[in-house]
């Protein structure tokens, strides 16, 4: 939506497009310091929010695309371009296997990443298979391989992890074409 947006800015086209962006979410982004940013950005370019909106229907013949609203109802939205994402969850194959938690997530440690049921203490995740309550970003991912890293090889030498810890470190890619809203600060802490 923002790289869109930008094109339609600098090719003169931003007065004459309607962008709108749809989520089922209540807000931009899971992290709240990036959706404040990210919404502020929305509202000062003009783009039309729909909060807890699930896309739940695409009629691409007559350009409509129909959303759940969080009491049930539906509404029809009529688009000229759709750029939808689809709902994303866990692959069947963990989700049947005794390493899923309840939701179907690899059930994992939020700090080590080890699993963590002491029968699969051999089993480390991270990224979009983990149970841990961040946002699935490169930025999340970066911050989790270090952590897991340090601690499969410690797990390997000693039998036990490391201090290597993941603190829920994620970012918020991107912004527009030429600006990026991103947290510098690397927080994964290693320490033997």
């Known amino acids: 939506m ?3 947006w930008d094109r339609f800015r ?4 931003s007065d004459k497009i309607s962008v709108e962006f749809f989520t089922g979410m209540p807000t931009m982004f899971a992290v709240k310091k990036y959706s404040d940013a990210l919404n502020a950005l929305r509202k000062e370019r003009k783009i039309g929010g729909g909060f807890h909106h699930n896309l739940v ?3 691409s013949r007559n350009h409509k ?3 759940q609203k969080s009491d049930g109802s539906t509404v029809d939205i009529r688009y000229t371009f759709l750029h939808a994402t689809p709902p994303m969850g866990p692959l069947d194959f963990i989700k049947q296997s005794p390493l899923a938690d309840a939701h179907g ?3 994992v440690n939020s700090t080590t990443l080890q ?3 002491p029968e699969y203490a051999n089993v480390f995740s991270l990224g ?3 149970s841990l309550p961040t946002s699935k970003t490169t930025a999340a991912i970066t911050a ?3 952590v897991v890293a340090e601690n499969i090889y410690y797990f390997l030498e000693h039998g036990r992890v490391a201090n290597a810890h993941y603190d829920g470190y994620t970012s918020c890619p991107v912004s527009s074409a030429r600006k990026c809203i991103f947290d510098a600060k690397f927080r994964s802490r290693i320490s033997s």
């Open 115 to 117: 699993h963590t049921n």
């Open 128 to 130: 979009d298979c983990s």
């Open 105 to 107: 997530w690899v059930s």
């Open 144 to 146: 989790q391989t270090p």
């Open 2 to 4: 923002w790289m869109a």
């Open 57 to 59: 229907a695409v009629d």
């Open 10 to 13: 600098r090719t003169d086209r």
């Open 65 to 67: 695309a129909t959303f």
